[in-house]
């Protein structure tokens, strides 16, 4: 008898839902790993289960959070720096009683404050605490958002191809459509109007209502940085064409590179003035698991709305409220975040050392990485500009596409697996992300440790020269 879990009858929804990053090539490592294969998993970013430290400051804090006994100790002054103890006395008289009970579930409301703070500080413009949610990392913020504003298939969301596949899972899985716009590799990933015209009119042609537009700014898995005239012109193409932007804005701390710093979408948006800083919507995110903190396990996250109505803002709230709360400790690790150590804090010296040291060491790694792929034979690749991924392309030659089919296998998938047989290196392969046809890439994080990155590199080197020269008909075979 056909029972309501079996496979036949999942939602539909979630049997077209696919991620990439935790999928067939993450599945295999893991196997080869319980057989006992040294397995280097830069599939994903995640920083501290590739040998990042954890920052001491906010570490201290949440551990006086979590076993507040200890702060009634007489001698918790001789190993927890006084500003540790202060703060997080702060935090827990912010609670309703400690890491262990429920929070209001847009987050605790003086984390909230501590957030919009944060964003007054950064782009100059005052922040609404109300219109800012806490979320379970930056992830869950941007389903909460989707599930809002998906309403049927008909409803259409821009998303930048490449892209990550958050975005197509949660698209697919809430029944929505996702319409791609795709960034030009040979302009370093630029973004370009004409497309995003191009992509809007034909969403439209096929019946679909385009209702948002995502950016992801530090990309991922492309790693540019967009400029301020990009996003000018990508407020003004979302206020042209009545779109919610959704700026991804999670690798803010991450820039590698001195042309172009990080800029929000929201301060661009308010520089502009007039009646499209009243008018054009806009939710960023932001989350403890990227930049120097590296936190993907505490999942911390928030997203703050703009020029959004107050029904639609109770909507939210309401939808959040089924989740009772965000967990706990993530929000003060968010506070910690948005409201590090300042100059004359006890703990403010070795916070910038330590912050300072991941920062410059993943600017070299980028390099050496770039670097690395750009000296293989028909690898071609990118400077990473920000965010945590190296996306070199693959010149795949036919008798590799052609076994690949014999494989049953995309042709990137088919170049990964054998790649990670090969050398225990998992990555993710291009096609994850959404790439034009015929064209060929794999993700890969720059988070492995600074000593061991000419090794792996090395050994990356070896495995693409053998692979070419078993699949090529010559020598030579030409770049695209």
Known sequence: MSKPLDYENLNENVKKCQYAVRGELYLRASELQKEGKK???????????LGQKPLTFPRQVIALCQAPFLLDDP????????DTIARAKHYLSLTSGGLGAYSDSRGIPGIRKEVAEFIERRDG???????????????????????????????????????YPLYSATISLLGGSLVPY??????????????????????????????????????????????EANLKEVLKFCYENNLVLLGDEVYQQNIYQDERPFISARKVLMDMGGPISKELQLVS?????????????????????????????????????????PNVPGQIFLGLMVSP?????????????????????????????????????????NFTEGAMYSFPQIRLPPKAIEAAKKAGKVPDVFYCLK?????????VPGSGFGQKDGVFHLRTTILPAEEDMPAIMASFKKF?????????????YSRM
Request: proline content about 5%; hydrophobic content about 35%; glycine content about 10%.
């Open 39 to 49: 397995i280097i998993f830069t599939n994903v970013g995640n920083p501290h289960a």
């Open 75 to 82: 001698n918790v002054g001789l190993v927890f720096p006084a």
């Open 125 to 163: 413009y005052p922040s609404d605490p109300e219109l800012i949610f806490l979320t379970d990392g930056a992830s869950k913020g941007v389903m909460q958002i989707l599930n809002a504003i998906i309403r049927s298939d008909r409803d259409g969301i821009l998303v930048p191809v490449p892209q």
């Open 182 to 227: 795709y960034l030009e590799e040979t302009a370093n990933w630029g973004l370009d109007i004409v497309n995003l015209r191009q992509s809007v009119a034909q969403a439209r042609s096929q019946g679909k209502t385009v209702r948002a537009m995502v950016i992801i700014n530090p990309g991922n898995p492309t790693g540019q940085c967009l400029s």
């Open 285 to 325: 995110f932001h989350t403890v698991s990227k930049g120097y903190w590296g936190e993907c396990g505490q999942r911390g996250g928030y997203f703050e709305m703009t020029n959004v109505s107050p029904k639609t803002v109770e909507e939210i709230y309401k939808v959040a409220s089924i989740s009772l709360s």
């Open 341 to 381: 150590p300042k100059p004359g804090d006890i703990s403010y010296e070795r916070f910038v050392r330590e912050s300072k040291g991941v920062l410059e060491s993943l600017r070299r790694r980028a390099q050496i990485m770039t670097d690395g792929f750009n000296s293989c034979r028909n690898v071609v690749c």
């Open 419 to 427: 790649l990670l047989e090969a050398t225990g290196i998992s990555t």
């Open 464 to 476: 693409n020269d053998d692979f070419m020269e078993q699949y090529e008909d010559y020598r030579g």
